[in-house]
Each structure stands twice: as structure tokens, then as C-alpha cells.
């Protein structure tokens, strides 16, 4: 079955640095989802891609899908406290009837 | 507006019993979609329902059972729990199934714990 991995599992920063999450699929991909999770609360939807190569920015923020799309990325600049929380890649599959989370990537922010 | 509502928030059963979770999609939403998360993991998925249909299923053993009724909610029953079936039950409501689920409204979830 489809399999999404995410790297690093855990990176502690100081605020103000940069973040970046990765992303990879055993298979193809029909779009990519990107899920922010503060500790105690439900996954928050940030942002789709859906076209091979496509780039996204949010603020500080820029998503990244793959030429083959099956890789992603997720790139913050200049962190901040407010970023805390784990963050998740979900890989629609062609069918588009299933997410297929990553891991996830607990991002931690020192101030 | 409200959000996608889950019930119970917090439940504690015992190895052997049975579960039914609650979920009631946002407003206008056709489409829900229950997964199991484990702490310190990514959501599992377990099952799509749109228009009352069940239109993807997760890896998960027959004990899982869900549907969805005409005014959109959801029920996820699981028989027989397991030590493993400890976990938090996230529902996430959609407009679109089908082909283009598009983004996911996902509930607080139920806390799940099996003694």
C-alpha cells in the first residue's frame, strides 16, 4: 500500500531560524495536503498542491510538491513561538478517496 | 458556524467491549472520513463515507465498522477492542468525496482507552 514518510521526526530550533519538513511517497501522488497540529489539538489544514512542480507560499511559509509528485516540502523562515506544534504531509491517493498521513515533524521553538 | 462535532471527548472501556463514536459533519459537507491516531503518530485512515456510501477503507480489521446517515453524520463502531485500539478517533467532514476530497475539517476526536 502507499507509504508517506516524513523527515526529521523531531527538530528543535531558536526562534528565529529556519524549518524545513520533508516529505516522500512510495507511489505517486494525485495531490498533496499539508496538516498543522498544536499539541492537545485536531490536525488544521494549511495548504493543497496539486500540479508536478508546483510552489506555494503562505507569510513565512512555502510549500513545495515534487516534479515526480512524490515529494514535498515544507520550508518556514525565521520561526517563531507560535509555530509550535507537528506537522503533517498527507498524500491523496489517484482514487482520491484516501489521505495517507506522514509521521509527522514536531517542530519546538525556543525563544 | 459550527465545526465538525465529535462525541463522546473522552471514553475508557474495557478489553472485549464494543464502541460507537459520533460525528457530525459542518454544515453542507457530504463527506466524512474517520481515522485512529496513536500518540506520537500521523493519522491512520480507516474509512471515506460520501452521500452515504462508503467510498474508501483503511487497513483495519473488519472489527472497524462505520456508516453515515441521511442528514450526513457518522457512526464508527469498533467490536472486540483491543489493548491496541487505545488511540484518538479524529472524524474530518469535507464538501467533496469521491475523486476530490480537497481539504479536511477534522473534529477535536475522541479519546479512546481500552483497560
Known amino acids: 500500500g502507499q507509504q508517506v514518510m516524513q523527515i526529521p521526526q523531531y527538530q528543535h530550533v531558536q526562534e528565529g531560524e529556519d524549518f524545513t519538513t520533508y516529505c516522500n511517497s512510495s507511489?505517486?501522488?494525485?495531490?498533496i495536503q499539508w496538516y498543522k497540529q498544536r499539541p492537545g489539538g485536531h490536525p488544521v489544514f494549511l495548504i493543497q498542491?496539486?500540479?508536478?512542480?508546483e510552489v506555494k507560499k503562505q507569510k513565512r511559509l512555502t510549500f513545495q510538491f515534487g516534479e515526480a509528485k512524490k515529494n514535498s516540502s515544507l520550508h518556514i523562515t525565521a520561526t517563531q513561538t507560535t509555530d509550535v506544534g507537528t506537522y503533517f504531509c498527507?498524500?491523496?491517493?489517484?482514487?482520491?478517496?484516501?489521505?495517507?498521513f506522514g509521521g509527522g515533524t514536531r517542530l519546538m521553538v525556543k525563544p | 458556524d459550527a465545526g465538525v462535532t465529535q462525541s463522546p471527548t473522552h471514553l475508557i472501556k474495557t478489553r472485549g467491549q464494543h464502541v460507537t463514536l459520533r460525528c457530525s459533519p459542518i454544515?453542507?459537507?457530504?463527506?466524512v472520513s474517520w481515522y485512529q491516531q496513536v500518540l506520537g503518530q500521523g493519522p491512520q485512515f480507516i474509512f471515506q463515507?460520501?452521500?452515504?456510501?462508503?467510498?474508501g477503507r483503511g487497513n483495519f480489521p473488519d472489527r472497524f465498522s462505520a456508516r453515515q446517515f441521511p442528514n450526513y453524520s457518522s457512526e464508527l463502531n469498533v467490536n472486540a477492542l483491543l489493548l491496541g485500539d487505545s488511540a484518538l478517533y479524529l472524524c474530518?467532514?469535507?464538501?467533496?468525496?469521491?475523486?476530490?476530497?480537497?481539504?479536511?475539517?477534522f473534529g477535536e476526536g475522541s479519546r479512546l482507552t481500552v483497560l
Open positions: 474530518a467532514s469535507s464538501f467533496r468525496g469521491g475523486g476530490d476530497t480537497g481539504e479536511l475539517f
Open positions: 507511489t505517486t501522488l494525485s495531490n
Open positions: 498542491l496539486v500540479k508536478s512542480g
Open positions: 498527507a498524500g491523496v491517493n489517484n482514487a482520491g478517496n484516501m489521505l495517507t
Open positions: 454544515s453542507g459537507h457530504k463527506s
Open positions: 463515507y460520501y452521500e452515504k456510501e462508503e467510498r
